[in-house]
């Protein structure tokens, strides 16, 4: 992506992330950051200021991104994939966007970590459970949303995914996760 000043028309910089071709984009209102989505199957998140990647690449889609929208608070993103048939928003609350409000997770006790560090490398398996690296289990989907259009590889990190089927949504800080996930049962 070429950087250009509006006011003279000379090189800023470039963009250099995407390995597809760009084909969707979005200003923030101040127009400090751009959001970008790609036939790479990615989003990313630009600080147009410092002609850098400012949060991203975001891994998920299962075809060309076709559509983004950064919030006004800068803490999400928004794509659609018109291949995919799904929309997926995207917490950028962990990166140091502007006026982005810091994410502030309790550690998981029985794990000695945080929720956000247990969820890295997840993925789903089969019969709907989704797993860490360590192959522990970690929470269960249902068989509706196990598919590779919702899910392929690498994993999808969405705050929430909506499709044909419904909406997924996965907060990160209120999950039971290890051996903390049978604490959500209430016996009678």
């Given amino acids: 992506i070429t950087v250009l000043d509006a006011n003279n028309d000379l090189l800023v910089g470039l963009l250099r992330g995407h390995t597809r071709p760009v084909i969707s984009s979005g200003f923030s209102t101040d127009g400090t950051y751009l959001a970008t989505g790609s036939k790479d199957r990615t989003v990313r998140v630009w600080d147009l200021e410092k002609v850098q990647l400012a949060a991203g690449p975001f891994y998920g889609h299962g075809g060309s ?112 996760l290890g051996e903390e996930w049978s604490r959500c049962y209430i016996s009678n």
Wanted: proline share 9%; aromatic share 8%; charged share 15%.
């Fill in 65 to 176: 991104v076709t559509s983004v929208a950064l919030s006004s608070d800068y803490t999400r993103v928004v794509s659609c994939s018109t291949d995919d048939t799904t929309i997926r928003v995207w917490s950028v609350r962990k990166t140091r966007l502007r006026p982005a409000t810091p994410l502030n997770p309790s550690p998981s006790s029985s794990m000695g970590s945080s929720p956000v560090s247990i969820l890295e490398d997840w993925k789903i398996q089969g019969d709907g459970w989704v797993t860490n690296s360590s192959s522990a289990l970690l929470f269960w989907v249902p068989s509706d949303f196990v598919s590779s259009h919702v899910w392929p590889s690498p994993p999808s990190h969405a705050e929430f995914i909506i499709t044909k089927n419904g909406v997924l949504h996965i907060p990160e800080q209120e999950l039971m």
